[in-house]
């Protein structure tokens, strides 16, 4: 799923009401956006710079927890919450790849260097995250 449909799912499966059932690719797309932005949430608020390999590894929990909490509240199986990880830690990685190793050309995940993705700042302001949310 791409950067710009992970940012519309999370809208669609976080907006609606608790009773939904949703596929596990739309709650991959939504814990994607939302694990990413708990990771600039977390990252940013310790300030220090990790290497690509551990940022992956931490994003990659994110989007697995968010799985786990909307897959909770939209009435996924265990099947589709498994897949929906999958899908969600994928995704969460490419949108993170494109943003801070293709367009950010960053040698270290560094919150003092790098802002957030610009669909993060769009959706929560930039705040927390800095001007320099580049194109993604």
Avoid: W
Avoid at 27 to 41: L, N, S, T, V
Avoid at 113 to 128: D, H, L, S, V, W
């Amino acid at each position: 799923m791409a950067r710009r449909d992970s940012h519309e799912a999370y809208k669609e499966v976080a907006g609606s009401d608790n009773q939904a059932n949703f596929g596990h690719e739309l709650i991959a797309g939504g814990a994607a956006f939302a694990g990413f932005k708990a990771f600039e949430d977390h990252q940013r608020r310790k300030g220090k710079p990790v290497a690509h390999a551990l940022a992956k590894e931490l994003l990659a929990g994110f989007a697995a927890a968010e799985v786990d909490k909307l897959a909770e509240t939209k009435g996924a199986d265990h099947v589709d919450r498994e897949k929906a990880k999958h899908h969600a830690t994928r995704d969460a990685e490419r949108m993170y790849d494109e943003h801070y190793l293709e367009g950010q050309r960053a040698g270290e995940y560094d919150p003092r260097r790098y802002g957030a993705p610009r669909r993060i700042n769009e959706e929560y302001g930039t705040r927390n995250y800095g001007e320099g949310g580049g194109g993604c």
